[in-house]
């Protein structure tokens, strides 16, 4: 069972919404509006455990709104378990536990009455490798939607995100092929059409790269450019040059700390740590 911790005498009791039920009958806890922050995500001393290691300490920082945030760092620094931490995917591990605060637009993402499922609507997630469904690339992207109770026309839902993920053109003519017919980066761009399907604030990227080719990476570099129009975006890689090239913001963390957070430009030309200056030049990691 997940243990969920606080420094403060007691946790918030909103939750991101009530049960999940159908969309027409669910009671929904009112959350803020997108525009009335510009911080979307907020972790304050955060501090996560497997057990008894601790992979992330006492770390802090704001997720911007509609923006690119990029972290990153050598394996095992405990950048992938922050980023999960951020849709709860964490809570499958059962010897994890969380200490500190992280919130979503100012709702307590591990508040009591929080409800994980909506949560991972609002905030999808696109992994390191291509996890297709074994359906139809159209049911790929036209699931998650219908089961969470979509009721528009699911067509014009599937045909929106597959040019959002700029697909469409490469299958239009073959949505009801197998989506394990497409290659790698076809599959890694029909994930993440399937991630904003769901129509999310924010799309969590946990090194979506690093299994594919350098055409392959550079379409899924130009689409984290276009989607920060729409979506906050939040980047893990071991790429330092890909967190150059696409991110606004970089966060560098190293041994489960977060050892600065600037503007991505600061943190490659002039950071103010020497262990970040260390790590970009390649002196370690």
């Not at 959002?164 to 394990?180: C, G, I």
């Not at 190293?254 to 991505?264: Q, R, S, V």
Request: include cysteine.
């Amino acid at each position: 069972m997940v243990m969920v911790s606080d420094t403060r005498s007691e946790r918030q009791d909103e939750g991101i919404s009530a049960p999940i039920a159908p969309p027409s009958v669910r009671q929904q806890v009112r959350l803020p509006r997108a525009d009335v922050t510009e911080t979307t995500i907020r972790a304050k001393r955060v501090t996560i455990r497997y057990g008894d290691f601790a992979a992330v300490r006492d770390v802090t920082l704001d997720i911007p709104d509609r923006q690119v945030t990029a972290i990153i760092g050598p394996s095992g620094c405990g950048k992938s378990t922050l980023l999960r931490a951020m849709n709860r995917m964490n809570d499958f591990i059962p010897t994890m536990s969380l200490s500190g605060t992280l919130t979503y637009r100012g709702v307590d993402i591990y508040a009591s009455k929080s409800d994980a499922v909506d949560l991972r609507r609002r905030i999808g997630m696109v992994f390191q490798k291509p996890n297709p469904f074994p359906k139809t690339i159209f049911k790929n992207v036209a699931w998650g939607a219908s089961i969470n109770g979509f009721r528009g026309n699911l067509h014009e839902l599937v045909e929106r995100a597959l040019r959002q993920a700029a697909l469409w053109d490469e299958v239009k003519d073959k949505l009801n092929k197998s989506a394990f017919a497409l290659s790698g980066g076809q599959q890694q761009r029909l994930c993440i059409a399937r991630a904003v399907a769901l129509q999310p604030d924010v799309i969590l990227m946990d090194e979506p790269c690093s299994a594919l080719d350098p055409i392959a990476t550079a379409k899924i570099e130009d689409l984290i450019d276009e989607l920060k129009a729409l979506y906050t975006v939040v980047l893990v890689t071991h790429n330092m040059q890909q967190a150059a090239r696409v991110s606004d913001l970089t966060a560098f963390m190293y041994m489960g700390e977060l050892i600065e957070f600037d503007a991505t430009d600061t943190i490659f030309t002039k950071p103010n740590q020497q262990r970040t200056q260390d790590y970009i030049t390649g002196r370690f990691g």
